[in-house]
Every structure is written in C-alpha cells, then in structure tokens.
C-alpha cells in the first residue's frame, strides 16, 4: 500500500524539520527507536498495553531514556494487551496501541487481533522483529506476522526503512481509526530501530486506493429512504455497532422518537438507542427476545443502521424478515447485500446519512396498531427466570447490577451466559457502555478489557464505574491480568459467575447432544476465586444466596482503591432462554416454558 505523506514542521524534533536552508544547521538524525517514540506522541497516543522482549528492548530502552508522555502499560500477556487496547478504543472511541516483541510475543497477539477485526475495533500492534538481512532465515524468535495476520487486518506494514518509520505509523493510526475501524499490524525490524534519520511526523496522509472521506450520499438515494420510512405501516429500526462508532446514537434516537419506529439492536448496538425507552425492544437475533424477533418477521420496512446481517442476528437467512424491505445504512460497501439484498443502500458515515434523512422523515404522534401488536409480544413472552427456589442465578445477579448503577456504568462482558444474560437484563441507556466480543466470541476477553476501559474512563474523567463480568472458565484464561489491575490500583468491579461449568457449551449439550457433558464440568479444577483475587493484592467476596448479593455488591463499592473480584456461585443447570436453534428461523424459538425434550 502506497503512502504519501505531507510533513508537518510543528511535529518536528528540535534540528529535525527535514529541511537545510542555507546557513541553518543539518537536520538532527535521531534512532529508529526514538522516532518511534516521538511519533506516539505526535499522534496525541495517551497510553500504550505492551510487553517488552529482545526484538524491542531498543523501543523499551528509548521509553525509559526519554519518559514520554504518554504512558506504557506492562501487561502479563500480550493477548491481555491486545483486549486492553480494544477495551480502551471503544470506551474512548480513540485507537487503542500495542506494542510487543518479535516471534511468540507477537503471535500472542493474534487473538486479540482477530478479535477486533470482527468487531471493527481501531487498535495499532506494534511488533519487533529480527534484523531485515535475516528475514527469512529462521532466526531466533523469528515469524512472519504480516502473513500470520494478513487476513485479521485492516492493513500490515512492514518497515524496511528508518526514513519510513515515522510516515508508516501516520498512516497506520489513520487506518485503523478512519472508515470502518480495524486492526493494524506495523513490524519493525531491530536494525530499523537503531537506524537513524531526521525524525518530522507528516501532517497529513494520503493512502492509495483508501479514501476515508465519505463522498456525501445522493440526495435522491436519501429522499427514496424517507419516502420508504413515510409510506411504511410495520418498520423497525436494526441498529449496529457502527451507529456507535459514528457517532450516530442521538440521530438514530430522533428518528425513532419522530416516526414512532420501534428498535430492536445487535449485541455490539446495546446502548445506541436507551433501552428504558418504550419503542425498545432490546436485542434481536439468537439469544434475542421474543417481541423483536417476532416484530422483524412481521416488518414491512427494516432500516438497518451500522449492522451486518450476520447469522446470530438473521438465523435461517431465506426465512428472515420474509415481507421487509431493506433500507441500510453502512460505511463499508462490502457489507451490502453481502448477506441480505438491500432495496435502498446508503454508504458512508451513518451520522452524515442520518442528518439528511432524519429531518424529510414524517412526524408521528403514534403507530397504535404496530406498537400495540409489540406490545402484544412483550406481554406474551417476557424475559423471565425461576426465583422462587431460593437458588441463586446469573439474571438477578445482573438485575442487581442494574439497580445499583442505575444503568450508568461502563460494563464489560466475556463470552457466554454471562454474555447473554447481561445483554437481557442489564438494560444500556448510552453508547460506549457496553463493551464484548461479539463476531470472534472470545473467552477471556472481558477482564484485560475492562482494563484497557478502565485507563479510558480515568482519562476522559467519566467518572462511570467499570464492570467486568465473566463466567468462571473464560475469567480464567486470562486471569493474570488481575496483577496488572492491582498495579495501577484500578478500582474495577470484577464479576465472576461461578457455575462450575462452561455453561453456554453445556446448554448445548443438554438441548441439542442429549445431555452428554463431554469435559465441560469445572468443578474438579476450579480455584477459590477469592483466594486468587487476594494473592494478586485485589479484595474477593463471594455470595452464594440471593439474600447476599446486595450485601456484597455494597463492600465492593465502597472500595475505591484497589480491583475486587465478586464471585457469585449460581445453580449450575441454568439456561439462556429465549434462544433460536443455529440455523433455524427467528421466529422458531425456543423459550424457557417449554422443556429440553421438544427440540432435542
């Protein structure tokens, strides 16, 4: 990929503007390492998640010689960096960094990297690597990361040249924080770090074959979307992570609340749209409730808005939807018609779209028909759990949550029932507020990210506290990570529910392989979680009864000082209901009322 850059002398290290009029001293030649250095800066970078190895002992050497500005984080493993990286990107809305050796330290990255190229999340990786003469060779903890990770990025450089370096970082920051967002992988040799060269940041960046200003959509394309929505009698709005990383949530609000238009979001949309709002339907798709499922089968009109139509949000893709039209609105134009044919597509930045379309939108003071039929829906088959057993469970857990924080806090989520339950029950009234991983579905991501969002909310001084919920075995994949929350005294709420099982992969199992629980009981080899907690310097509490959780949830916030890990033992055969069978239509779903007996 091709670079042009136009050099910004403001950013220039004293002596260093690249330029020699006559008489002025020569540009100052300064390491590799150092421009590395001084081009973070440049590019206003707040914090770094890293680990350091022999590949960039120079890069770690520099950080200590010249204390930057901004701050370097020691993770305990460079996966843990990665989710951090993206817990800070979508909590600030900022491209999150990485910076980690050659060889195992960058290959540890992968997951992560994965992780936030499904989700469109703006994080730079920065490896080291051997020197460029042995590329190739098979040295010491050599490996080729731009071929291991070409298809998880968004682009990977690799720096051959000292006098690149500085216009390669420019252009990495610019495309993973422009357009859709998405991983960037820059490798740098070690003897490009001990190079030296005048150091100037460009000011500007211009990439071939990437534009990243949205050319505006047609007025005519926008004006048949609102005639669409005008005309329509059963439209729901399908609201995506991308209308968060527009920036788009308030317009998506006024259009809703204008056309009395109900809605219904993905996983990654939670919190586009306040879900105490009556036009809220909550989260569609598998695990998705009843009412949005059946008010998507029964639409006329769909306005999709930063979604991607994947397959835990459509199910039996030939049986979605099967009277809507589509009107969507979305950034990459890969995405439309890629899975469900768009009648109208609008691409580009959905926060530019929506102000064009929001105000030729008719306003409405009611769709009495439509809303009461929803309505109608949410009343027959409502999101409900067993407590009157006296057992506890994972949804009251989370209702308490909600009622603690009142829905303002930053809550971060693993993958799996807890994933779900959370999504059900928590109720997200702001963008930025709920943080997962959904396209990859990666255990162990929520507790290094709730640490990378935990250095945002300090920087943004949001003030919200940030909450981790994990169940027991993804907490544990990454679980070192609880050192590094310590370290930095991060007053992070650590929820873990314990059911001594892989509970999502034991839901399957008994509903769908006739209850044959193949190596998904935990019981044997599960820690004591509070234990854990206070061998890495945190505070640990547990509840095991209803009747404490309250209790519990008010010593963990009184403590500001240090992370706590609430560990909640919950029943161990509880299920995540309503659920659509993998493959089956939305609207075939199976509820908690019925037994496993009927769809096995």
């Given at each position: 990929?091709?670079?042009?850059?136009?050099?910004?002398?403001?950013?220039?290290?004293?002596?260093?503007?690249g330029?020699?009029?006559?008489?002025?001293?020569a540009?100052?030649?300064?390491?590799?390492?150092?421009?590395?250095?001084?081009?973070?800066?440049?590019?206003?970078?707040?914090?770094?998640?890293?680990?350091?190895?022999?590949?960039?002992?120079?890069?770690?050497?520099?950080?200590?010689?010249?204390?930057?500005?901004?701050?370097?984080?020691?993770?305990?493993?460079?996966?843990?960096?990665?989710?951090?990286?993206?817990?800070?990107?979508?909590?600030?809305?900022?491209?999150?960094?990485?910076?980690?050796?050659?060889?195992?330290?960058?290959?540890?990255t992968?997951t992560?990297?994965?992780?936030a190229?499904?989700d469109?999340?703006?994080?730079?990786?920065?490896?080291g690597?051997?020197?460029?003469?042995?590329?190739?060779?098979?040295?010491?903890?050599?490996?080729?990361?731009?071929?291991?990770?070409?298809?998880?990025t968004?682009?990977?450089?690799?720096?051959?040249?000292?006098?690149?370096?500085?216009?390669?970082?420019?252009?990495?920051?610019?495309?993973a924080?422009?357009?859709?967002?998405?991983?960037?992988?820059?490798?740098?040799?070690k003897?490009?770090q001990l190079?030296?060269?005048?150091?100037?940041?460009?000011?500007t960046?211009?990439?071939r074959?990437?534009?990243?200003?949205?050319?505006?959509?047609?007025?005519t394309?926008v004006?048949?979307?609102?005639?669409?929505?005008?005309?329509?009698?059963h439209?729901?709005?399908?609201?995506g992570?991308g209308?968060?990383?527009?920036?788009?949530?308030?317009?998506?609000?006024?259009?809703?609340?204008?056309?009395?238009?109900?809605?219904?979001?993905t996983?990654?949309?939670?919190?586009?749209?306040p879900?105490?709002?009556?036009?809220?339907?909550?989260?569609?798709?598998m695990?998705?409730?009843?009412?949005?499922?059946?008010?998507?089968?029964?639409?006329?009109?769909?306005?999709?808005?930063?979604?991607?139509?994947?397959?835990?949000?459509?199910?039996?893709?030939?049986?979605?939807?099967?009277?809507?039209r589509?009107?969507?609105?979305?950034?990459?134009?890969?995405?439309?018609?890629k899975?469900?044919?768009?009648?109208?597509?609008?691409?580009?930045?959905?926060?530019?779209?929506?102000?064009?379309?929001?105000p030729?939108?008719?306003?409405?003071?009611?769709?009495?028909?439509?809303?009461?039929?929803?309505?109608?829906?949410?009343?027959?088959?409502?999101?409900?759990?067993?407590?009157?057993?006296?057992?506890?469970?994972?949804?009251?857990?989370?209702?308490?949550?909600?009622?603690?924080?009142?829905g303002?806090?930053?809550?971060l989520?693993?993958?799996?029932?807890?994933?779900m339950?959370?999504?059900?029950?928590?109720?997200?009234?702001?963008?930025?507020?709920?943080?997962?991983s959904?396209?990859?579905?990666?255990?162990?991501?929520?507790?290094?990210a709730s640490?990378?969002?935990?250095?945002?909310?300090?920087?943004?001084?949001?003030?919200?506290?940030?909450i981790?919920?994990?169940?027991?075995?993804?907490?544990?994949?990454?679980?070192?990570?609880?050192?590094?929350?310590?370290?930095?005294?991060?007053?992070?709420?650590?929820v873990?529910?314990?059911?001594?099982?892989?509970?999502?992969?034991r839901?399957?199992q008994?509903?769908?392989?006739?209850?044959?629980?193949?190596?998904?009981?935990?019981?044997?080899?599960n820690?004591?979680?509070?234990?854990?907690?206070?061998?890495?310097?945190?505070?640990?509490?547990?509840?095991?009864?209803?009747?404490?959780?309250?209790?519990?949830?008010?010593?963990?916030?009184?403590?500001?000082?240090?992370?706590?890990?609430?560990?909640?033992?919950?029943?161990?055969?509880?299920?995540v209901?309503?659920?659509v069978?993998?493959?089956a239509?939305?609207?075939?779903m199976?509820?908690?009322?019925?037994?496993?007996?009927?769809?096995?």
């Open positions: 990929m091709e670079t042009q850059v136009k050099v910004n002398p403001a950013k220039a290290a004293p002596g260093g503007d330029a020699s009029p006559e008489g002025s001293p540009p100052v030649a300064v390491s590799g390492a150092e421009i590395f250095v001084r081009s973070l800066e440049a590019e206003g970078v707040e914090v770094v998640f890293g680990h350091p190895g022999g590949a960039v002992i120079i890069i770690y050497d520099e950080i200590a010689r010249l204390q930057p500005k901004f701050q370097h984080v020691l993770v305990r493993h460079e996966q843990g960096g990665t989710h951090a990286a993206a817990g800070y990107a979508k909590t600030t809305g900022k491209v999150g960094t990485v910076l980690v050796t050659s060889g195992p330290g960058a290959t540890n992968v992560g990297i994965a992780d190229y499904m469109s999340v703006g994080i730079v990786v920065f490896t690597q051997v020197p460029t003469h042995l590329i190739g060779n098979d040295a010491f903890q050599e490996c080729d990361i731009i071929g291991v990770t070409r298809s998880i968004k682009h990977s450089f690799l720096v051959r040249d000292v006098n690149e370096l500085a216009p390669t970082i420019r252009a990495a920051y610019h495309l924080g422009t357009g859709r967002p998405g991983p960037v992988v820059v490798d740098i040799p003897d490009v190079a030296r060269a005048p150091f100037s940041y460009p000011e960046v211009k990439i074959g990437y534009d990243a200003q949205q050319q505006p959509v047609e007025t394309r004006e048949r979307a609102a005639r669409m929505i005008n005309k329509a009698r439209p729901v709005l399908y609201v992570g209308a968060i990383n527009s920036g788009a949530s308030d317009l998506v609000t006024d259009l809703a609340r204008k056309a009395r238009i109900p809605v219904t979001t996983l990654h949309g939670l919190g586009a749209f879900e105490n709002d009556p036009l809220s339907m909550g989260m569609l798709g695990h998705g409730t009843w009412c949005a499922n059946q008010a998507i089968q029964m639409s006329d009109l769909i306005i999709a808005v930063g979604a991607r139509f994947d397959d835990r949000v459509t199910g039996k893709l030939d049986a979605w939807a099967p009277n809507a589509i009107i969507h609105i979305e950034v990459d134009p890969s995405c439309i018609s899975n469900v044919y768009a009648d109208c597509a609008l691409v580009g930045d959905a926060r530019q779209i929506l102000e064009g379309l929001v030729l939108v008719d306003p409405l003071d009611d769709r009495p028909e439509w809303l009461a039929k929803i309505a109608e829906w949410r009343a027959e088959c409502p999101l409900e759990y067993a407590d009157d057993d006296g057992a506890l469970r994972c949804q009251y857990v989370i209702e308490r949550l909600k009622e603690k924080t009142g303002h806090a930053v809550v989520t693993d993958v799996g029932q807890n994933q339950w959370t999504a059900q029950y928590f109720q997200f009234l702001h963008p930025r507020t709920h943080i997962t959904g396209g990859l579905g990666t255990m162990g991501f929520s507790l290094p640490i990378g969002a935990a250095f945002g909310v300090r920087e943004m001084g949001a003030g919200l506290p940030v981790s919920i994990s169940g027991d075995g993804g907490f544990l994949m990454n679980s070192q990570e609880l050192g590094v929350a310590a370290a930095h005294k991060l007053p992070i709420k650590i873990v529910i314990n059911n001594n099982f892989l509970g999502m992969v839901q399957w008994e509903l769908f392989h006739d209850r044959r629980f193949s190596h998904t009981d935990l019981t044997a080899t820690p004591d979680f509070v234990k854990l907690a206070e061998a890495y310097h945190c505070v640990g509490l547990r509840a095991s009864k209803p009747e404490q959780v309250d209790d519990v949830l008010e010593r963990a916030w009184a403590i500001n000082d240090r992370p706590v890990l609430m560990e909640f033992q919950v029943v161990q055969e509880e299920m209901f309503p659920m069978p993998a493959g239509p939305s609207d075939q199976i509820t908690r009322r019925l037994t496993p007996n009927a769809f096995v």
